[in-house]
């Protein structure tokens, strides 16, 4: 206990100081960044047609939803040599400036990104430079372009039979890659992109093609697929909190308790810059199909956590699916739609929590939002209790991580004068002690 109660000083201490890398309260990012949150569209199971004209018919109802960044995964052409399943990877891309006559035409597609546009939403494409499908037309052409083993053959990387791996150290291939990133900036109108194992690409190239962009669009968004504070040193806007996702499973699964959380947020502050803003989730496209729904992984405490990731400081994520409650793995390779039916109440719950994030100036994402300081309690092993204050904005959060019934005394009242309950708005009483059922959460704004 004295262990768990020196820890939890230590990072509200860090918590309340900010990071230790940072800079001056500047706008690094596209204004419309800080009270975003992202939608994954998944286009072949989106609807029964799996096109972007039948996508666009949901437009407005995402909007309600309150989402304002919509990321498509990969709407290019998929390769046909040694193809896994029926339909294949969308990652296994054979021309980067084409589209997949599965998801429509290249006219569908705009029209979709000028829509979303025309209710105020940004779009962001997948994109994937580490590698192409093996019958990609560079392959012939090119040749050279690519990573070859001994037999001079394209290298396997992972399990990942259908694609070939390219070669950064040629010189041509980037500038060819550059120049079909900014093709779809340029004639789609896209607003950014989110970079598929950004990670395995070499640091310069991105700091290239970043330059090149902005040319494009000043303002453009990048999300890395890593966790690899360089890339957001000045490239990258946003990075995949990847360590916290785990550690919430394992929390969720009675395996680690709340000190892991804390010591994943602790790391995240001491190596990443204070205007890098780490994207929070309970699922996405690899999470669903490969490791299960988050119902799976979390059981009981799926929309507790789903909470959590707006509470932090940092920008939340939906795929695709998620606000109706999806409670089913999608096949990767095959069509597989998702059923629309809500369960569980998950759609009235992102509403709410996104026109809370957009109302709540404490809940921007770094570097404008409130800082976050734990609010000391008798149960820190279970219960995770924090506030974040900005421009007038309040937010206090009592969350019990743990399948146990807590009664748990804070060191002050919790959560002060004048807040309401959300999402009920009831007015609430400061308190020093709190009984909460299991996985019960309870947020409180001023």
């Not at 939403?121 to 690519?146: A, C, F, G, Q």
């Not at 974040?388 to 937010?395: K, L």
Request: aromatic fraction near 12%.
């Amino acid at each position: 206990m004295k262990k768990t109660i020196f820890l939890l000083w230590i990072v509200s201490l860090l918590f309340s100081c900010g990071n230790k890398k940072q800079e001056a309260a500047t706008s690094v990012h596209p204004e419309w960044v800080y009270d975003a949150t992202i939608y994954e569209v998944n286009t072949r199971q989106f609807t029964p047609e799996g096109t972007f004209n039948t996508f666009a018919a949901h437009l407005p109802r995402l909007k309600e939803l309150g989402v304002d960044l919509l990321w498509f995964m990969p709407v290019q052409p998929i390769g046909e040599k040694d193809r896994k399943g029926t339909l294949g990877s969308y990652y296994s891309i054979r021309n980067y400036t084409e589209v997949n006559p599965e998801f429509g035409t290249m006219d569908d597609f705009i029209t979709v990104v000028k829509e979303a546009h025309d209710m105020g939403m940004k779009v962001i494409l997948d994109w994937v430079p580490n590698h192409t499908s093996r019958d990609h037309t560079w392959i012939t052409e090119h040749s050279d372009w690519y990573k070859r083993d001994s037999l001079g053959s394209p290298i396997i990387m992972y399990d990942w039979t259908d694609i070939a791996p390219l070669d950064y150290g040629k010189n041509e291939m980037r500038k060819a890659m550059i120049d079909a990133m900014a093709f779809w900036v340029r004639e789609a109108g896209i607003d950014g992109f989110r970079c598929d194992v950004a990670y395995e690409v070499p640091i310069d190239f991105w700091e290239t093609a970043k330059d090149s962009l902005i040319t494009l669009k000043p303002d453009i968004f990048m999300l890395a697929e890593a966790e690899k504070p360089e890339l957001n040193e000045s490239i990258f806007d946003a990075y995949y909190a990847w360590d916290l996702h785990h550690k919430m499973n394992m929390v969720a699964q009675g395996k680690e308790n709340v000190d892991s959380l804390r010591l994943s947020l602790k790391r995240m502050n001491e190596r990443f810059s204070s205007h890098a803003i780490p994207m929070y989730f309970t699922s996405n496209h690899d999470e669903n199909s490969w490791n299960g729904t988050e119902f799976e992984r979390m059981g009981e405490a799926a929309g507790t956590f789903a909470v959590l990731t707006y509470m932090l400081p940092g920008m939340p994520l939906i795929y695709s699916g998620q606000e109706a409650g999806l409670n089913r793995r999608l096949q990767f390779f095959e069509k597989d739609s998702i059923n629309w039916t809500d369960r569980g109440g998950f759609t009235g719950l992102y509403t709410s929590l996104n026109a809370l994030k957009k109302t709540n100036k404490a809940l921007l994402s770094p570097e404008r939002g409130g800082k976050m300081t734990e609010i000391v309690n008798d149960s820190p092993a279970s219960v995770f209790s924090f506030k974040r204050a900005h421009e007038g904005n309040e937010i206090v959060c009592v969350f019990n991580l743990s399948k146990y019934s807590v009664k748990t005394v804070f060191n002050e009242e919790v959560p002060g004068i004048g807040f309401t309950a959300f999402p009920s708005a009831k007015t609430v009483t400061p308190v020093k002690k709190i009984e909460l059922a299991p996985w019960e959460y309870r947020i409180y704004i001023k």
